[in-house]
Nanobody
Framework: QVQLVESGGGLVQLGGSLRLSCAAS????????MGWFRQPPGKEREFVAA????????IYADSVKGRFSISRDNALNTSYLQMNMLKPEDTAVYYC?????????????????WGQGTQVTVSS
């Protein structure tokens, strides 16, 4: 069982940056692939980024490549999403997710554990 708590969301202007954190409980964090997803207003939840258990492999949605960076610190049981050059279309509730698997997966149904979400709003 893994419990996830996101933090770091807020209001930022066009072109600004935010770093989201996802703190995980339990002693099995390093056995879980970590993902970040977002849900814009009125839309379905969508994939943003994911990172392998050791941190050596990362994947990104095309819409955030070159602007966002996912990382993790297994000693601190924490995953991060660094978001740069933010745009109004990045406005959404951001969720972290965890799955105990070898594969770096990108679909909502492939993750068993979810945080409560943190709001990110980008103003123009």
């Amino acid at each position: 069982q893994v419990q996830l708590v996101e933090s770091g969301g807020g209001l930022v202007q066009l072109g600004g940056s935010l770093r989201l954190s996802c703190a995980a409980s339990g002693r099995t964090f390093s056995r879980h692939v970590m993902g970040w997803f977002r849900q814009p207003p009125g839309k379905e939840r969508e994939f943003v980024a994911a990172i392998s258990r050791g941190g050596g492999t990362t994947i990104y949605a095309d819409s955030v490549k070159g602007r966002f960076s996912i990382s993790r610190d297994n000693a601190l049981n924490t995953s991060y999403l660094q978001m740069n050059m933010l745009k109004p279309e990045d406005t959404a509730v951001y969720y972290c997710a965890a799955e105990e698997t070898n594969a770096v997966v990108r679909f909502v149904h492939q993750y068993d554990y979810w945080g409560q979400g943190t709001q990110v709003t980008v103003s123009s």
